[in-house]
């Protein structure tokens, strides 16, 4: 992993839009009624157990496949710690009964380099499987 640069203190997670999202409510027949939104998840590794933590909750964007959401969250630099490499943001769709998983990335704070190419960038979403779509996602410390 990167070092955090001494001269920030916080890394600010700019969740811009989705793309191509999978229609979470088609298996119940109501058809492209996917209501998104995004939650971000620290992950900390201390020898073989893993923990993920909250840090952030975009809102529901009701109806839609393509949402834009254009929410910053600020992820303090005394939160990243040196066996923390990598958050986690999934993507699920509200539902009256239970939430459904749309698709999740791995978003590793390199990333924020200022020479990275995915600083800016849209990422696959992958498990679970089968999802589809992309996520776009800006760092900048």
Not at 19 to 35: E, P
Not at 108 to 116: P, R, T, V, W
Request: hydrophobic share 30%.
């Amino acid at each position: 992993m990167s070092r955090v640069p001494s001269s920030h203190q916080e890394l600010k997670v700019h969740i811009i839009a989705a793309r191509d999202l999978r229609d979470g409510d088609y298996d119940y027949g109501y058809g492209n009624k996917s209501d998104p939104y995004v939650k971000l998840k620290l992950v900390t590794h201390t020898g073989y157990e893993k923990f993920n933590r909250k840090f952030g909750q975009t809102s529901v964007i009701d109806d839609s496949l393509n949402p834009v959401w254009n929410q910053t969250f600020h992820l303090p630099k005394t939160a990243i710690k040196h066996d923390l490499s990598y958050f986690i943001c999934e993507v699920w769709d509200r539902d009256e009964m239970s939430d459904d998983l749309l698709g999740s990335c791995r978003v590793y704070f390199e990333y924020a380099n200022i020479d990275h190419p995915y600083r800016d960038a849209w990422h696959s979403l992958s498990k679970p499987n089968p999802a589809q779509g992309a996520i776009h996602i800006r760092l900048e410390w």
